[in-house]
């Protein structure tokens, strides 16, 4: 072994082997006998050659089971145990999410290791694929909310092919040898970090990672680097679909900021919950409308400086204009006049209560702490000071991040409608 260290206060132990693989263990007892792994490498969506590649692949993955067995032989293999495994292309990195019971972990880590070392892309896993998008696209082109994912998402991203989905007649034309010569390098080539959380002791999962990693080297560091987006300030995008869904759908949206400022972060999620409080309001009593607004923040943890606040709600169409301009000056109110204490502690006490929940859950650990430390350590420190933090939240700061992001001429706004027949 190579380095061996335990980081202050979180119960974890991270190791670096002889061959640069980087393993981060947490040993719980929240959930008996549960166990959840992740497996990083590689630089994910980062490096995606074609726009909606990344897509194709985890279906074409998830169908092709193993290099000796396909995916009903697979499922066979494993009928009777715990073990589930998902392949997924994130926007840093490519990564199987993998649980079961503690007393699988071998079997978790031999499949882990399997698909890696003798990856399968079948051609029926791809034709498979592909007749599921086709039904799929032509799902989304007649719905509200999958026209969002097909034009509003890239809009909102300034056209940026790795948000949103890309149009089927660029999708349908992407091919298995796409998926095989993008995907083959990464698992054979990128180092690896695995993290292991759940019922089970360090020793032990040092010993199986040993067992199945703990030779030969990887010669590949992930390296790719985000994108500065441009946000469209100020301008609108309206769409119709043809549906008989007499619905429309409108997205209010502000430029915020990356992820990597963790106390901005948090305060911009509670600033939405505020925005999202405030609206429910003032719609139910100005309309007497029962609508129920989505508002979110998310921050890239790739593209600097970029992130989203929006708000979202599903209207009758001739409401759609009317409700759309409220929801632009509620932002503006919101700007101008900043937030009441009172509002601030309704959308503070369910937030704080999540927190003590979530930190006792694996998921937590796996997704949010352990996986991609070793790439950012920063990561390590969040547990540390989530609780504190929140709890210290003033209307002041909240007010302050308003003033800053939510002014009217930042706003750009979506309106998907049913086509007029």
Known sequence: MKRHVRPAGIGADIYTLENGLVLNVKQTDFRKNEVLVAVHFGSGLLTEPKPGLARLAESVVTESGVGALTREQLDRALAGTSVQLNFRVGEESFFFNGKGLNTELDLLLQLLYTHLADPAFRPEAYRLAMERYSQ???RMQSSVEGMLQLKGE????????RYGMVPWQEFRRLGLDDVRNWLRPAFARQKLEITVVGDVTPDRVLALVRKYFGSGGRDLTASARGRVI??????????TVPTAIDKALIVVAWPTADFWDISRTRRLNVLASVFEDRLRREIREELGATYSPVVYNRSSRVDPGYGVLRAMLTVAPDQAEQLAARIRKAGARLAGAGVGKEELERALKPTLTSIRDMMRENRYWRDSVLALS???PVQLQWPLSIRRDFASITAPEISHLAARYLRAGRAARIVIRPARK
Do not use: N, T
Not at 230 to 239: I, K, S
């Open 136 to 138: 799929l696209y032509s």
């Open 154 to 161: 890239r809009f909102l991203a300034g056209g940026d092919s």
């Open 230 to 239: 441009r946000f469209p300030a100020g301008r609108e995008l309206d769409l």
């Open 374 to 376: 070793s790439r950012h």
